[in-house]
């Protein structure tokens, strides 16, 4: 009980992913909840990027869409050097200055750090900022999180504890008949395969991060409006790994239709920027 009422408090979006789990939650209560515009043309197609977007109510579309874009195509700042250690403080306000980054420092006291823990920067040539960000903190065992419009500087527990919801428009990854995981003629009912997409997910995108082996992580399968979703509660490092997946998942699947089906087709799923890493299909 007290697990469920932390829940409500806390992250109501999570809650919604949870009953959604359970079958608590019908398709005509999530179609309240769901934006009623991403049915009209955010519709996702075969071998187009995955139609994505945050349920994160302080954050716009906009927002997250320039923090990404920054993160994976700004060069880390040169002034601070590489061979010299700084304060973590420092190298967040070199961050801070391609995208506004918080320190979390209540988390990092929970583990013995601070603001002033000497870390080593990292200059990779020709690669982005977001690469130096996962090398600097990996070595403290931190992550980043993006939440409210803002980058914020965690542990790995503390962005757990507090995990970005994301929807997820797979409508174009499932088949009516067959099964798309292997050759068998044996048909794969929806949820079927729903349930192979989630199994493979969680079993190898970070796994120890997911409810079913202790973490925190939440997955729900949901059908409205004959689209189906899934509605993802985690960290936003897992979030990148799981849209580059079905990224590539969803890639496969065009390969089994006319390639007329997939060309010029949902334009807007790039946001009009061809070529900039995302998370794909945000409504507008």
Known sequence: MRRIVSIVVLCPYRLLAVLGCLGVLSSPVLAQV??????????????QPIPSWSADPLMTVEQEQEILRKLRTAKPAPKL??????????????????VPVVIDRVSLEGVGLTADTPVMPQRVDDLPLMTQMFLVLRDLELTFTIRGGVVFIETVEAADA???VRVYDVSSLLTQEG????SADATLSSDDQKARYAQVIQQTIDPDSWEALGGMGTFAPLTVRDRSFFVIAQRTE?????????????????????????VNVNSRVTNGRSGIPRFSGDPQ
């Open 81 to 98: 050097g590489i061979n010299a250690e700084v304060a973590l403080e420092q190298m967040a306000e070199s961050w801070s200055e391609t």
């Open 179 to 182: 099964d798309p995981f292997d």
């Open 34 to 47: 769901v934006p009623a515009r991403i049915f009209a043309d955010q519709v996702g197609q075969p071998g």
């Open 162 to 164: 507090k995990p970005c």
């Open 238 to 262: 897992v979030h990148l790994a799981i849209q580059r997946l079905l990224d590539r998942l969803n890639g496969c699947v065009a390969s089994e239709i006319p390639e007329a089906d997939s």
